[in-house]
């Protein structure tokens, strides 16, 4: 089983990235997905939650509006599109697969700053 997540960086203030986390190993199209992120010296906390057909994406009100989760399930990929992005959402951002089992990616760093 393999979670791995992609296409974080250094981005600067109002700036947009887009991370995808590719999974393998498990049916992908049974498992609810999920983005957390945790910055330095805080709790890893919710961002972002996609259910297993799609619909039903929910946030956490600090990224409301301005992250988008999606899946392509024939993918096995799980993506979160992340726009006008702020120096407070610099952390580690891991994926993690929920159902039947609970699996977790080992992280991409996102650094917003000017």
């Known amino acids: 089983v393999q979670l791995v997540e992609s296409g974080g960086g250094l981005v600067q203030p109002g700036g947009s990235l887009r991370l995808s986390c590719a999974a393998s190993?498990?049916?992908?199209?049974?498992?609810?997905m999920y983005w957390y992120r945790q910055a330095p010296g805080k709790e890893r906390e919710f961002v972002a939650l996609?259910?297993?057909?799609?619909?039903?994406?929910n946030y956490a009100d600090s990224v409301k509006g301005r992250f988008t989760i999606s899946r392509d399930n024939a993918k096995n990929t799980v993506y979160l599109q992340m726009d006008s992005l702020k120096p407070e959402d610099t952390a580690v951002y891991y994926c993690?697969?929920?159902?039947?089992?609970?699996?977790w990616g080992e992280g991409t760093q996102v650094t917003v700053s000017s």
């Open positions: 190993g498990f049916t992908f199209s049974s498992y609810d």
């Open positions: 993690n697969a929920r159902a039947f089992n609970v699996y």
């Open positions: 996609i259910m297993r057909a799609g619909a039903r994406p």
